[in-house]
């Protein structure tokens, strides 16, 4: 499958800082996009960067794209408590997506 | 804007009874997603669809099916429920040449 995998798992920072989430999959794609769930809701999405993007921005959000590597990242600046949830990224339009990033921002 | 819609929002239902969840695409969008979430667990992908017609296949069991209708809205319809189906089940959409999908808010079903 092109299941995307997320690292860390569970990610806790301060209010302020700032947080990187990393995604690796494992088949060529044609992009990949960044969402974002809090407890128990919808997902949201937050983020598309084309195969060849190497790097955008939206807002507080920076995404990479090493399509060498398979691997993507989620900057996400000045983090605010409202930013925790968890964060998935998925692949290409079949949409499977990984285990995702918790993030807890502490107040 | 115009979001996903689906229906009912919660669900509980027994061992062996049937559910069916219903969504409803953003006007214009043309395919739809379902997607299956445990507990604690990543989103699945179940099924798609694509004008009417299924588009993609994933971990959606024999004892589910789902179609898409004229109006473009799709029904997921769930036989024989077992305690393992509790779970949010979501419906997405989205246009064909936009990559973005769009998430329903998602149903929550109890199976008792």
């Known amino acids: 499958s092109q299941q995307g995998e997320e690292d860390p798992q569970a990610l806790s920072i301060q209010e302020g800082e700032n947080a990187t989430m990393n995604c690796s999959y494992k088949?060529?794609?044609?992009?990949l996009q960044w969402y974002r769930q809090n407890s128990g809701r919808g997902l949201v999405h937050l983020i598309l960067?084309?195969?060849?993007?190497r790097e955008k921005h939206s807002g507080r959000l920076r995404v990479t794209l090493d399509t060498s590597k398979k691997s993507s990242s989620l900057l996400i600046t000045a983090s605010r408590a409202a930013d925790t949830a968890s964060y998935f990224c998925?692949?290409?339009?079949?949409?499977?997506f990984g285990s995702g990033t918790k993030l807890n921002v502490k107040p | 804007a115009a979001g996903v819609i689906q229906s009912p929002r919660h669900l509980i239902k027994e061992k062996r009874e049937t559910a069916t969840l219903k969504c409803y695409p953003i006007p214009r969008h043309d395919t739809v997603y379902w997607y299956q979430q445990g507990p604690g667990q990543d989103p699945q992908f179940l099924i798609s669809?694509?004008?009417?017609?299924?588009?993609d296949k994933g971990s959606i069991p024999d004892r589910f099916s789902a179609q898409q209708f004229s109006d473009y809205h799709s029904e997921l319809n769930m036989s024989s429920l077992e305690l393992g189906d509790s779970a949010l089940y979501f419906c997405?959409?989205?246009?064909?040449?936009?990559?973005?999908?769009?998430f329903g808010p998602g149903t929550r079903l109890t199976v008792t």
């Open positions: 997405a959409s989205h246009r064909v040449g936009s990559y973005e999908q769009y």
């Open positions: 088949t060529s794609i044609n992009n």
């Open positions: 998925a692949t290409d339009t079949k949409f499977y």
């Open positions: 960067i084309r195969s060849n993007e």
């Open positions: 669809f694509y004008e009417k017609m299924q588009s």
